[in-house]
Nanobody, 123 residues
Framework: QVQLVESGGGLVQAGGPLTLSCVAS????????MGWYRQAPGTERELVAR???????NYADSVNGRFSISRDNAKDTVFLHMNNLKPEDTAVYYC?????????????????WGQGTRVTVSS
């Protein structure tokens, strides 16, 4: 059973840094793409950053240049390093794992989610 456990959320002043961590278990971590999503009240969940199994990254335009995603395959952990935080970054941040498996000759993707960690940025 895949489990994703986030940590590192909290209250931070605008302009400050914060790093989120997500520890995965129950899957071959190094084989899977990992991502961070966020959801603010009254909005849909949106992709913040994603890192492929090979280490390629992509970011939402709103965080590009301020946030950085990284992974430590030896520790089954993905990080989201957030700098120059803004009040509009306030949201619950969710860790996501994309597991691609071969089933009966067909590739299938399964998405797994953590429970979320709240980030509040005060102005």
């Amino acid at each position: 059973q895949v489990q994703l456990v986030e940590s590192g959320g909290g209250l931070v002043q605008a302009g400050g840094p914060l790093t989120l961590s997500c520890v995965a278990s129950g899957m071959i971590f190094s084989d899977n793409a990992m991502g961070w999503y966020r959801q603010a009240p009254g909005t849909e969940r949106e992709l913040v950053a994603r890192i492929s199994a090979a280490g390629s990254t992509n970011y939402a335009d709103s965080v590009n240049g301020r946030f950085s995603i990284s992974r430590d395959n030896a520790k089954d952990t993905v990080f989201l390093h957030m700098n120059n935080l803004k009040p509009e970054d306030t949201a619950v941040y969710y860790c996501n794992a994309e597991e691609v498996v071969l089933e009966l000759g067909t590739w299938a993707q399964y998405d797994y989610w953590g429970q979320g960690t709240r980030v509040t940025v005060s102005s």
